[in-house]
Structure formats: C-alpha cells, structure tokens
T-cell receptor, first 114, second 113 residues
Framework: DQQVKQNSPSLSVQEGRISILNCDYT??????FLWYKKYPAEGPTFLIS?????DKNEDGRFTVFLNKSAKHLSLHIVPSQPGDSAVYFC?????????????FGTGTRLTIIP | DTEVTQTPKHLVMGMTNKKSLKCEQH?????MYWYKQKAKKPPELMFV???????INESVPSRFSPECPNSSLLNLHLHALQPEDSALYLC????????????FGAGTRLSVL
C-alpha cells in the first residue's frame, strides 16, 4: 500500500520554463512533507519542506504548495536549470511519532532540456 | 557541513560471507537511520538509532544487525544474506529523532551472489 504517490515517473521541461512535480498522499495523519533531490550515485539531498499548518513555502527558485483537502503537494522550480535534472522524491512524516519515519514516494525523474 | 559518509561505495558478497557497512557523520546529530532502496522503488526504513540506542526496527531479518558504537558512527553487519537483499543501502542522520530533516549519505550498493 503506497501511502505517498508520485504518478509521473518522468518529466521533461525546457530550460528557463517552470517545472511542476506532483505528489499525492493517502494518510491524513501526515503533517510534515519534504522534497529530496537525487543525482545518480549520490544519496538524496534535502531540498525544501512544508508543515501542514502552511500551504506554501518558498526558497529561492523552489516553492512547495500543500493542498490538505486534496491530500496533494507540488514542487515548482522556476526558472528550471540543467543542473535541476535529477530524480525528485517527496516524503511525508507524522509529528506525533517523532518524525523518525519518512515515507517516500517512488520518485519523478526530471530532465531539463537546454 | 551536512555530510554523511558511507563506506564502501560498492560491495559484492557471497551468501556465506560476513561483511559490514559503515556510516559516519560529524554534525553532532543524535539520530541515525538505515534505509534500503531497491531499483525503481523508494527508500524503505530499516532501523533508527536515537542517542546510540535502537529505537525502531522495522521487522528487519536478523541477518542484518545494526550497531551504533558512538554518536558519530553507525554500522550495519551483514551475515548469510540472500540474493534478494541486493540493493542500495542508505544511511541518514538528523539532529534528533524529532527533527524533520534527515541528511543522507551516498549509499552502499550491495550485490549478493
């Protein structure tokens, strides 16, 4: 039972345009969400996160939006750069459990076309 | 510095071998984690250590034996593994178990023959 889903295995975006990566979850107890970026032969790198008390968090070119009623979050990257080409994982956790359990989605491979 | 170092990067072992994976962090983090990632799948939690004590074991078979000798070091001892245990093993750390953000190492790619 996949509690965190990324339905697009891959996405290609032109350099300079906006990249939008989507993530859906089924467990309404999740209250903290993270995005990780992974290059080949490297571990996941933390990118940005959002608590369920917010609906938007911004850090430079990266913005995460959370729609709790739809159990949906998205990561916007604008403008997209070639170095953004990587696999992006969303992850979720439940604060009451101490945050030690991160549940990951299956990942979306983003390719930025120069 | 958010570096978590894992050694070795690659490991090939037979089903009768005993080997160990090593993970090190010098960020003063008090929570450390082992994850397993199969191809085209998300990372799955195996173990959590909090202040050098095992706090979570996700029903992992006993052929995987974690050890946390000190706050900077986490080992995963492997014995009598099966070919289906071949995967990428990721180590992560966080400031504390209640910290939201985990920092990952590059992983050890394990092949069991």
């Amino acid at each position: 039972d996949q509690q965190v889903k990324q339905n697009s295995p891959s996405l290609s975006v032109q350099e300079g345009r906006i990249s939008i990566l989507n993530c859906d979850y089924t467990n309404s107890m999740f209250d903290y969400f993270l995005w990780y970026k992974k290059y080949p032969a490297e571990g996941p790198t933390f990118l940005i996160s959002i608590s369920s008390i917010k609906d938007k968090n911004e850090d430079g070119r990266f913005t995460v939006f959370l729609n709790k009623s739809a159990k949906h979050l998205s990561l916007h990257i604008v403008p997209s750069q070639p170095g953004d080409s990587a696999v992006y994982f969303c992850a979720a956790s439940i604060s009451n459990f101490g945050n030690e359990k991160l549940t990951f989605g299956t990942g979306t491979r983003l390719t930025i076309i120069p | 510095d958010t570096e978590v170092t894992q050694t070795p990067k690659h490991l090939v072992m037979g089903m009768t071998n005993k080997k160990s994976l090593k993970c090190e962090q010098h960020m003063g983090h008090r929570a450390m984690y082992w994850y397993k990632q199969k191809a085209k799948k998300p990372p799955e939690l195996m173990f959590v250590y909090s202040y050098e004590k095992l706090s979570i074991n996700e029903s992992v078979p006993s052929r995987f034996s974690p050890e946390c000798p000190n706050s900077s070091l986490l080992n995963l001892h492997l014995h009598a593994l099966q070919p289906e245990d071949s995967a990428l093993y990721l180590c992560a750390s966080s400031q504390e178990v209640k910290s939201n953000i985990q920092y990952f190492g590059a992983g050890t790619r394990l092949s069991v023959l």
